[in-house]
């Protein structure tokens, strides 16, 4: 890289690499925060198209800037001083939210060779650290002193914990598949063609179980249940005002991004290209578009997906929530498990 | 064995109900959309002919109306919205008797004199004009009613030295 050759000429080694890393921190931030905010832009706006309205459409052409002025608006906001709680967790919890989504989303690969880290258990650590979210939910929830705020993240604790197995399990899928669990590799599996065609049908079950476990870890759309507004006013982040409510909102915007991002790069081929097997011309025209397109586009056509579902379904009770993913998701998952084991055997 | 097949089946059919509210979301999305930019597009909306939005009296050039002043529409009225005040105006004929005598005749005849309207009162129902026997009050889709006053909305419908409209007599 440029960038790096000229650092190390000015400066040595040991501070060349932690200006590249303080560089790179800055640039993930940047995205982090200006995807947040195209993210909340597109919901609305979907959403309004869902309900036969237009959406925002007074700030700036089409109402382009509407997330900005949010933003604005929120980071003037006063952040009210909550009696008897616990002030340090309090505080603590949306910091932990934020870095569980952060981490995550560093760890994605936008592009052919835009990719922070590349471990070789890529898919678990994502797992992993994604996961990290749920306790800063329950802090949230607990150091609040609230009831409502206490149930909903008692909720989502119950439901993120639930969720997250069959998440994992149709990972597994293709960690199967591809027999790596390094996110490069995966892609680079995909060239001849997508994981969600090459797999066959336990792919698309696995893509399918993915999408729905991976909407309900978001909180979101039929499974929004731990942030029930009728009932838990809005769930564990009742209490939080200002920017750390902003975290909270970012942080799910966010998480959503992630899911689908996760989505796209392990059953849609990442940042990689449509190739068809034989195809040569249709294949090098696919190669053209850049990768970042690629990725980027994969991502929103999931995301859109989730907008889909959450403007489609009621929201379910507890119970249904649970039965759906003890008794529904992951023995499907489960047996999907099996059915990929053999595809790959046979 | 029955309870597993229809575990199994309830899976299946819950998919493709899931599947047939996404269909009409979908449908939903691509509708054209219903949000009235007011402002914006004020004078460029063309309303329905059924809108109500101002009850008027419709006149002809002759400054001629087709109100009788029977008053159907002040009892219909529920709330007292229309006071049909009527004034008696005598006419004076001359009649030609089988005699030859010219004898004049003077008739007394219902018309109307004023017709109120409260507009702040009105709930728009139409029952005035469905019980309107000549058709002679209509709505018509002008609905900036906004004012600063009251008074300004007590609006009178019929026209000054207006009259009933006279009937070809054929």
């Given at each position: ?11 040595g ?10 560089l790179i921190?800055?640039a ?6 200006t ?14 198209f ?14 382009i ?22 002030h ?5 919890a949306?910091?932990?939210?934020i ?9 994605l690969p ?8 590349d471990?070789?258990i890529g898919?678990f ?16 929830g ?6 409502y705020?206490?149930i ?20 597994l ?7 790596t ?5 995966i892609?680079a599996?995909?060239?001849?063609m ?11 079950l ?14 979101r ?28 909102y970012l ?8 899911i689908a ?6 059953f ?21 578009i ?12 999931c995301?859109f ?9 009621p ?29 790959v055997?046979? | ?20 509210g ?17 402002p914006?597009n ?34 219909n ?23 030859g ?6 008739k007394?005849?219902?018309?109307l ?12 129902c ?10 002679a ?16 909305l ?17």
């Amino acid at each position: 890289m440029q960038i790096d050759k000229i650092l190390r000429i000015y400066l040595g080694d040991t501070w060349a690499l932690i200006t590249e890393f303080v560089l790179i921190g800055v640039a993930l931030l940047a995205v982090y925060a200006t995807l947040a905010l195209i993210l909340i832009y597109a919901e609305r706006k979907i959403c309004g198209f869902f309900q036969c309205r237009l959406g925002p459409n007074r700030v700036g052409k089409w109402g382009i800037l509407q997330s900005v002025a949010d933003m604005v608006k929120i980071l003037l906001k006063e952040l009210i001083h909550i009696n008897r709680a616990d002030h340090f967790l309090f505080r603590l919890a949306s910091f932990v939210i934020i870095a569980a989504s952060i981490c995550t989303f560093a760890a994605l690969p936008f592009a052919d060779g835009a990719h922070v880290i590349d471990f070789n258990i890529g898919i678990f650590y994502l797992m992993a650290v994604s996961s990290l979210g749920v306790v800063g939910i329950l802090m949230a929830g607990w150091s609040s002193n609230s009831k409502y705020t206490m149930i909903g993240a008692m909720r989502s604790g119950a439901q993120l914990i639930s969720y997250e197995i069959s998440a994992g399990l149709s990972l597994l899928v293709i960690v199967i598949l591809s027999g790596t669990m390094q996110i490069s590799e995966i892609v680079a599996q995909q060239s001849e063609m997508w994981f969600i065609f090459k797999g066959h049908i336990p792919a698309c079950l696995a893509f399918l179980t993915y999408l729905i476990a991976g909407h309900a870890e978001t909180n979101r759309g039929p499974f929004d249940l731990p942030e029930a507004e009728s009932e838990l006013t809005a769930g564990y982040h009742t209490e939080y005002s200002g920017i750390r409510f902003g975290f909270f909102y970012l942080a799910e915007y966010l998480n959503m991004f992630i899911i689908a991002g996760i989505a796209s790069t392990m059953f849609l081929g990442g940042w990689m290209p449509l190739h068809i097997p034989g195809w040569d011309l249709f294949n090098n025209t696919m190669d053209y578009i850049p990768s970042v397109v690629w990725f980027f586009g994969k991502t929103f056509f999931c995301i859109f997906l989730a907008l889909w579902v959450r403007w489609s379904f009621p929201r379910l009770r507890i119970d249904q929530l649970l039965n759906l993913e003890w008794k529904i998701l992951m023995p499907i998952c489960l047996i999907n498990l099996i059915l990929m084991t053999l595809v790959v055997v046979l | 064995m029955k309870k597993e097949f229809g575990y199994i089946r309830e899976i299946f059919t819950g998919s493709y109900r899931l599947l047939q509210g996404m269909y009409i979301t979908f449908l939903n999305m691509i509708r054209p959309k219903v949000t009235q930019q007011y402002p914006e597009n004020r004078g460029k909306k063309i309303y329905p002919e059924r809108f109500r939005g101002l009850l008027t009296m419709p006149h002809n050039e002759q400054n001629q109306h087709k109100c009788t002043a029977c008053g159907i529409c002040m009892i219909n009225c529920p709330n007292g919205t229309i006071n049909v005040i009527s004034k008696t105006v005598e006419t004076v004929t001359n009649t030609t008797t089988p005699e030859g005598e010219i004898k004049s005749v003077t008739k007394s005849k219902k018309a109307l004199d004023k017709y109120m309207y409260d507009l702040g009162s009105c709930i728009f129902c139409a029952l005035c004009t469905s019980s309107c026997p000549q058709d002679a009050i209509e709505w018509t889709n002008a609905f900036e009613h906004s004012v600063f006053t009251r008074d300004k909305l007590f609006k009178q419908l019929n026209r000054e030295g207006s009259e009933l409209i006279t009937k070809n007599k054929e």
